[in-house]
Structures are given as C-alpha cells and as structure tokens.
C-alpha cells in the first residue's frame, strides 16, 4: 500500500508565504516523479509544479516566481514554498506521484487547503 500524506495549509494573508509537504509511504520500488496540483472551488483541477526524478521542474505560468518545487529523495518527500501569495491561490491542494511498485502508478494525496485571505 501506499499512501501521500500532506501537511502545511493553512490562512495566510495577502502576500504571505506557506510551505506544503508530502511524504510517500509504503512498499515501492522507486518515485519517478511527484508534484502538486490545485482545486479552487467551481474550478478544474491544475497543474501547480512538478518535479522528476531527474530533477526536471515545470510550473504553471501563474506562479513561476512564486512558488518553488523541491524534493528530498532520501525521505521521499516533496515540498511547494509558496510565497507572495493571491487570494486566486486559494484552492485544495493535491499531492500526486508516480509511484512504481509491480507497476508504474499514479497516486493522489487527500489534499490540503490553502486560503489566502485579509
């Protein structure tokens, strides 16, 4: 089994900062990416930022400058550093990875809100 654990959401005022994390557990063999995705109410899910194991990163166009995408292999974590932040980055906000056990899986964390208001 495994399982993405978050942790660091919160309320935080305009142009404040948070720091997301996300723990992969379990039995596997390898992470071969993870990232982080955002759900604002009446809206789809979106990209956030990614991170390979081979350390390639890509983020949305709207928070390139602001948040930053980094991972801790050895504890098989992932952290979001979100500063600057808007009231439009209020959302829950997904962990996800690709996990390989027997195979190669997607797997979602239970998500994190994050409200950026005065």
């Known amino acids: 089994q495994v399982q993405l654990v978050e942790s660091g959401g919160g309320l935080v005022q305009p142009g404040g900062s948070l720091r997301l994390s996300c723990s992969a557990s379990g039995s596997f063999s390898s992470i071969n990416a993870m990232g982080w995705y955002r759900q604002a109410p009446g809206k789809e899910r979106e990209l956030v930022a990614t991170i390979t194991s081979g350390r390639s990163i890509n983020y949305a166009d709207s928070v390139k400058g602001r948040f930053t995408i980094s991972g801790d292999s050895a504890k098989n974590t992932v952290y979001l550093q979100m500063n600057s932040l808007k009231p439009e980055d209020t959302a829950v906000y997904y962990c996800?990875?690709?996990?390989?056990?027997?195979?190669?899986?997607?797997?979602w964390g239970q998500g994190t809100q994050v409200t950026v208001s005065s």
């Open positions: 996800n990875a690709f996990i390989v056990r027997l195979s190669r899986r997607e797997y």
